[in-house]
């Protein structure tokens, strides 16, 4: 379990690493953090500063086996879609399109 209770993140890299390593991440609703860590699939969600819902969420996911496993696999397959192969192609497809709205004015 990795807990993420920041105040402010602009993308949470710490939260993919660990999602990357199938661990289930329990972490604020703020910045970018939401984009990495899906509530209900790789982890839960907080509002800024709800300790509580956070112990509850993570006392959900530790307190049974098949619903951790279920959490670790799931962190896994989120942490692929940030994949270098996954994201490189995104990012190029992003600068053509700029590119070719520029040499279009």
């Known amino acids: 379990m990795f807990?993420?209770?920041s105040e402010t993140?602009?993308?949470g890299l710490a939260a993919l690493e660990a999602m990357a390593s199938g661990v289930p991440v329990i972490s604020s609703?703020?910045?970018?953090?939401?984009?990495?860590?899906?509530h209900g699939i790789s982890g839960f969600?907080?509002?800024v500063g709800d300790i509580e819902d956070m112990s509850k969420?993570?006392?959900h996911i530790l307190k049974d086996e098949k619903v951790l496993a279920m959490f670790k696999e799931q962190s896994k397959e989120e942490a692929r879609n940030f994949d270098i192969h996954?994201?490189?192609p995104y990012y190029e497809s992003i600068y053509k399109?700029?590119?070719a709205n520029c040499l279009s004015i």
């Open 57 to 59: 969420n993570a006392i």
């Open 97 to 99: 399109q700029a590119l």
């Open 45 to 47: 969600l907080s509002n």
């Open 9 to 11: 993140e602009r993308f």
């Open 3 to 5: 807990l993420l209770p």
């Open 86 to 88: 996954a994201i490189v």
């Open 29 to 38: 609703n703020t910045g970018g953090i939401p984009e990495v860590n899906k």
